[in-house]
Structures are given as structure tokens and as C-alpha cells.
């Protein structure tokens, strides 16, 4: 296995249950990191407890549809006051690791100047917590929950937003880096940037392509300033980021949706990692983002780091559209690939081929940072339980992906499922559920689905060396 692209117009749909009936899984190392991951705007509710600021977010989701159902995360999962059910919940499950978000506007209201001690004591609170349970706190810095009033100042179409960041960081690394040595600067820079600032799909919803651009150079430096400053703060830090790779594909043979897919992906795949880990701007993005750069900058980008976050969830198709900020518009997965029961195209080689390329192209220890299924239709059945055997049919054939790029080289150390908790999806609203654990929106009841004992049994067979 290896290298050969994935051919998606070709082979059926992966099924639920064809998944289920392949031989078990093969061996990892013992040692192989198992996590779940969450974030905070999407779970923990409570958005004006406490002197939380707005953000972005909360901006969006007041703007009529933009959000699924026109729902916001004012309670989301109300984690923020249930959070030693959802610990218990983890404990449980038996993982290793919990990737959460600090929310940058609990910590700085207004985005910087007045400090809100009371943010920082919940996330201290949290963290004592879950250490307690025996489970290592991985920390990212932002999952896209800008305060509104550093938004108002331009936000990360302001240079000075990189240094905004930096002080946002230094506060969470004084307050907390005696006890969290794992540390992730931002989530997923592409989607939050592509959709924020080319796509009208994400906060702060701008469609230019200059604000997108600088956004981009932004965002790289404020990286390599909260890499400094957790290098500089955290004795013993393991920092890195959270990327999305995603291959690309053109929706037909045409040019035209060729060059669409190629600018796509670079935007999407390679503007944020290749400055910050080979020190230069990919081909098409160099020429255009030169005005915003100064000099000295890539070496402020370029800072090292101790491994790649790679989130995927599946392959991205593209065509031609000069109606789109880009030229480039999001293109549809091949009709008779899509799996019924999750609603989009499951590609597993796609996944393979890429934790391959990312070993070959970086060279640094990758941790799957996000990987999980949605649906929309997980729900108590009479007895109580929750059935999600598509859930556990896509999960397994990502877990087989991932022994296949392993065998094929590739250095993947960790995997954490998307999510531990039904949750805010963003554009979705609460209609996509990632969780391994059901929330009933209503009463707030947490209920384990089926492929939470799945994942607990998958852990503790690689542990026992299975
Ligand atoms: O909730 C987000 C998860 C869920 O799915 C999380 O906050 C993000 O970091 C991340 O973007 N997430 C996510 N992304 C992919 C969703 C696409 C599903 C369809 C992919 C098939 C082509």
C-alpha cells in the first residue's frame, strides 16, 4: 500500500456492516496514544457566566442562517457546569489523553487589556480534574472563538492580532504550564481562515481575497509566537499545531476544474503548514501574499516544533466557479459513494495515502488530533441505548487505515476520536452528532452509544498488546 492516489469514482460505497465483518484489527504499539477531543465554544455553553466576553461566534450564531436551525452555543452541552460527569465520562472510556480548548474570551474578555481571573480558574479547576483521572491534558489555544472586540479591531486581518495572541498565550502558559506539558497553538488554520475570510461558511464570514490573505500570514505568525512563548514558559513542552490535510480531487477532467482543485488545496493543505515547518509559502499563495509580508517574518513562522495534529475526516472535491471569492467552489463527493447512513463519501485510502505523504513531506511525529463520524440520527432506542453501528463500521475502517500507513512507514504515534460529546456542529447547529456519547439537547442526559464501548475495547486490546 502506499503513495498511489485514490481513485474515488471507482469501488462501491463502504458499508455499515462490511466494516464489522473484516478480520479484527491488527496490532498497535503499546504505547500508541488514545485520546478524544472536544472544543470549548462547542461544548461548554455558559456564554455569559462568569465574565466571558462575546465571540465571533456568538455573533454569528445571532445572524439569521447562518447556523443550521438558527441554534447558538448559549447552553450547547452546558459543560462548562457538568464537567466532572463528562471527566467521570472519560475516566470511563479509559483514554490516555483529552484534547480541549481554553476560550480566549473567557481569559481576556475584550481580547486583551482586563484579565477575567475567574476564566483562568475554570480551566485550572478542569485541568486538576483531569489529571486527577489519570488523563494527560492536550491543550490547544484556539478552536476559533475569536473575542468579538479584537474582531471589531479587524481581527486576524490586523497584524497586531499576532501579538494579541501572543499575551492570550503567555497567560495560559503561566497559569497552567506547570501541569499541561502538551500544547497545541490552533485548530485546523485552513477551515477557520478559508471559511471565515474566503467562504461566507464560518465566523467572521468576509468573502475578499485580501482579508483571506492576510488572515493567512496573521494567523501564521501568531503561531510562531505562542510557539515561542510555551517554548519559553513550559519546561518540558511538546508543542504543534492542528492541521487538515485533505486530498483534492477535481470534480472531472476539464483544466479549468483542475486549477480550481490545485488552488483549493493549496489553501486548504499547504499555506499554513509548509511556511511553518519548510519556511516558505507554497507556489500559487508566494507572489500573492508578498505585500503583507515583512522582513524577518518567515523565520518568525518557522519556529520548531514536536509534532504534526492532522485532522481528517475525508477527501474534498472541487470545480470551477467564478461566482466564488477564489474561482474555486466546494464541489460534491461521486454520487455513488455516499454512504446512506452517514451522508457523505467514507474513502479510508484517502486517509492512508495521506498520514504516508505528511511522514514523507514533514517529518515529524504525527498525532491524529481529530478523526469521527456525524449522523444525525443517533437516539435512545426504547431501552435506552444508543445504536450507532455506522459510527463503529467508519472508526474501524480508519482504524485499518491507519495500520496500513503504519506498515507503509508512516510515524503516527496517537489518535483521538471526534468527539467525546454530541455537540455544537458549527453550520450544522446541533443536526450533525460526532459523539461517542449521546446528549439529549433537552434534559442534557449523557448517554454512551454503542461505539463508546467500542473504542474502550479497541484501547484496551491494543494495551494488552491484541
Ligand atoms: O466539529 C468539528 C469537527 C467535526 O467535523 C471540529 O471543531 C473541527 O475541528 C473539524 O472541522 N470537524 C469536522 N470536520 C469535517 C467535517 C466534514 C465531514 C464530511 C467530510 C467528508 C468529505
Redesign the pocket.
Known amino acids: 500500500p502506499g503513495g498511489s492516489p485514490a481513485d474515488p469514482w471507482g469501488g462501491a460505497p463502504s458499508s455499515a456492516h462490511e466494516a464489522t465483518m473484516t478480520a479484527s484489527l491488527a496490532p498497535l504499539p503499546r504505547d500508541f496514544l488514545w485520546g478524544v477531543s472536544t472544543?470549548a465554544y462547542?461544548i461548554e455553553g455558559a456564554v455569559r457566566d462568569d465574565g466571558r466576553g462575546p465571540s465571533i461566534w456568538d455573533t454569528r450564531c445571532l445572524m439569521r442562517g447562518k447556523i443550521g436551525t438558527d441554534e447558538t452555543g448559549d447552553v450547547a452541552c452546558d459543560h462548562y457546569h457538568r464537567w466532572p460527569e463528562d471527566i467521570a465520562l472519560m475516566r470511563e472510556l479509559g483514554v490516555d489523553a483529552y484534547r480541549f480548548s481554553v476560550a480566549w474570551p473567557r481569559i481576556f474578555p475584550r481580547g486583551r487589556g482586563r484579565l477575567n481571573p475567574k476564566g483562568l480558574d475554570f480551566y485550572d479547576r478542569l485541568t486538576d480534574a483531569v489529571l486527577d483521572a489519570g488523563i494527560t491534558p492536550w491543550l490547544c489555544l484556539y478552536?476559533?472563538d475569536l473575542p468579538q472586540a479584537l474582531q471589531d479591531l479587524g481581527g486576524w486581518t490586523n497584524r497586531d492580532c499576532a501579538g494579541w495572541f501572543a499575551d492570550y498565550a503567555t497567560v495560559v502558559a503561566r497559569r497552567l504550564g506547570d501541569r499541561v506539558k502538551h500544547w497545541i497553538t490552533f485548530?485546523?488554520f485552513s477551515?477557520f481562515t478559508m471559511f471565515g475570510f474566503a467562504i461566507d461558511w464560518s465566523a467572521p464570514g468576509i468573502t475578499d481575497r485580501q482579508a483571506h490573505l492576510k488572515a493567512i500570514h496573521h494567523v501564521n505568525l501568531a503561531h510562531g509566537a505562542g510557539v515561542d512563548v510555551v517554548r519559553a514558559l513550559v519546561p518540558g513542552a511538546v508543542i504543534g499545531a492542528v492541521h487538515?490535510r485533505?486530498q483534492v480531487f477535481p470534480e472531472g477532467e476539464l483544466e479549468i476544474h483542475r486549477e480550481a482543485a490545485a488552488l483549493l488545496s493549496e489553501h486548504w493543505n499547504d499555506v499554513f503548514p509548509d511556511p511553518q515547518l519548510l519556511g516558505y509559502y507554497p507556489e500559487r499563495t508566494a507572489q500573492a501574499i508578498e505585500p503583507y509580508v515583512q522582513a524577518g517574518d518567515m523565520a518568525r513562522i518557522c519556529r520548531p516544533v514536536d509534532f504534526f495534529g492532522l485532522?481528517h475526516?475525508?477527501?474534498?472535491f472541487a470545480r470551477a466557479d467564478p461566482t466564488w471569492t477564489w474561482g474555486y467552489a466546494w464541489g460534491d463527493?461521486p454520487e455513488g459513494r455516499v454512504n446512506p447512513e452517514i451522508g457523505?463519501?467514507v474513502f479510508p485510502e484517502v486517509f492512508r495515502d495521506e498520514l504516508i505523504t505528511l511522514t514523507q513531506r514533514y517529518g515529524l511525529p504525527v498525532y491524529i488530533t481529530?478523526n469521527?463520524c456525524?449522523g444525525g440520527t443517533d437516539a435512545p432506542d426504547a431501552s435506552g441505548a444508543v445504536h450507532d453501528p455506522h459510527r463503529i463500521a467508519y472508526l474501524k475502517l480508519y482504524q485499518d487505515a491507519l495500520r496500513e500507513a503504519m506498515a507503509a512507514g508512516a510515524d503516527v504515534r496517537g489518535y483521538f476520536v471526534?468527539?467525546l460529546l454530541d455537540?455544537f456542529?458549527?453550520g450544522s447547529g446541533y443536526a450533525?452528532r460526532?459523539g461517542l456519547v449521546h446528549v439529549d439537547y433537552e434534559t442534557l442526559k449523557r448517554t454512551p452509544k454503542d461505539s463508546f464501548a467500542w473504542y474502550r475495547a479497541l484501547m484496551a486490546a491494543t494495551r494488552a498488546g491484541e
Open positions: 472544543s462547542q478552536h476559533w485548530n485546523e477551515v487538515n485533505q485532522n475526516y475525508g477527501p474534498i463527493a457523505w463519501a481529530e469521527g456525524g471526534w468527539c455537540n456542529e458549527w450533525q460526532f
